[in-house]
């Protein structure tokens, strides 16, 4: 595999895709001192890679429940260890876990005397192939996810394939939501080879999963380079999800997989792109089948019409309506300004009275 360079703003970021957990360590620079903030699950699954970076001068803070421990006061509590360990500016934060982790960790770099050395290492399939691109880091407030946030980018991003060994089938898709996302929204032809090579996909072969996840890397990479501050294209990266923040707002008590919520807001977008007049039958049809190709689980996620909308109508994306990215075709997303609430509403009713888990 080859290694990825990219710029955003004046940074440049370099993404590294490795097979083993034990090459990570060697990559990492020794800095004074590191504090990684680290996924207690890693930390069980993968401890021989642990006791490679004590020996790197590291201290550690484990997360046991990242999206609940995802807030402020998680942050001021970090904030106040690094202090009293005497971290400064010439530190790094190493962020090892799922997006909820490496959000977390990056807020801090992004926070701690106006921003230090950051190096994330995403160990879920959503986390390398999302929230490991585009330097948004950020931490929920009240219902609201990512609430508080900022734009940073690590120094060094290391994708390790040897991680997804360790997810299950749902973990697994729940990443794999952002793999079709990007797919959906610039070509045809990429949503059409993954359905082609879907049993190699569920099977989880090795090059298959490592090629798709640095041609996912690449998609979301340039559309960084080219809008850091997600004042144009980059919008288009929030197909689905418009809908999605609202499933997870009104699941907030027992939190969902985040990919899920997306794949649902995706098949939302997708039906909603149609009854509007801009995406075509066959298109819609094609796209579809494809997503629920992939045996998404859900069971346990609760879907009411009236909390959806309501998050939805907060979304801090929206300006003078409730925007949502549609497709005009298969790879062909825009930004669509809601003119009326009530047509929203109904649809979203309509669509839960009629969703099949």
């Given amino acids: 595999m080859k290694n990825l360079v990219f710029n955003s703003e004046q940074d440049s970021v370099k993404i590294s895709f490795l097979e083993k957990t034990g090459e990570i360590s060697t990559l990492i620079p020794i800095t004074n001192k590191n ?49 009293k360990l005497g971290f400064n500016r010439s530190d790094a934060v190493i962020g090892i876990g799922g997006g909820a982790v490496t959000d977390l960790a990056g807020f801090v770099a992004s926070s701690y005397m106006r921003g230090i050395a950051y190096f994330q290492i995403p160990t879920s399939l959503l986390a390398q192939v999302d929230a490991s691109i585009g330097g948004k880091t950020g931490v929920n407030h009240g219902n609201i996810k990512n609430f508080i946030g900022s734009f940073y980018n690590p120094k060094e991003v290391f994708i390790c394939s040897e991680f997804l060994n360790s997810l299950d089938d749902q973990e697994f898709l729940n990443g794999f939501s952002e793999v079709l996302k990007h797919c959906l929204i610039t070509s045809k032809a990429s949503l059409m080879n993954l359905q082609e090579l879907a049993d190699e996909i569920q099977n989880r072969e090795p090059n298959i999963l490592l090629k798709l996840i640095e041609e996912s890397i690449d998609i979301k990479a340039q559309i960084v380079t080219e809008d850091f501050k997600e004042k144009g294209e980059r919008k288009f990266l929030n197909f689905g999800h418009t809908f999605a923040h609202g499933i997870e707002s009104v699941n907030s008590e027992t939190p969902i997989l985040h990919g899920h919520a997306v794949l649902i807001g995706m098949l939302m977008a997708l039906d909603y792109s149609k009854e509007q007049g801009f995406l075509s039958k066959d298109s819609h049809e094609v796209a579809k089948e494809i997503l629920k190709g992939f045996k998404y689980d859900f069971t346990n996620i609760k879907l009411d019409a009236n909390g959806i909308f309501d998050a939805m109508r907060s979304d801090k994306k929206n300006t003078l309506g409730i925007n949502l990215v549609l497709l005009k075709e298969i790879g062909q997303p825009f930004i669509f300004e809601e003119p009326s609430n009530e047509n929203l509403k109904n649809f979203i009713i309509k669509y839960i009275n009629d969703f099949e888990e």
């Fill in 35 to 83: 504090f990684v903030i680290l996924d207690k699950r890693v930390l069980d699954l993968h401890s021989s890679f642990i006791d490679e970076l004590k020996a790197k001068n590291c201290s550690f803070f484990v997360i046991d429940a990242p999206e609940k421990q995802k807030n402020i006061n998680t942050c001021l509590e970090i904030i106040n260890m690094m202090q």
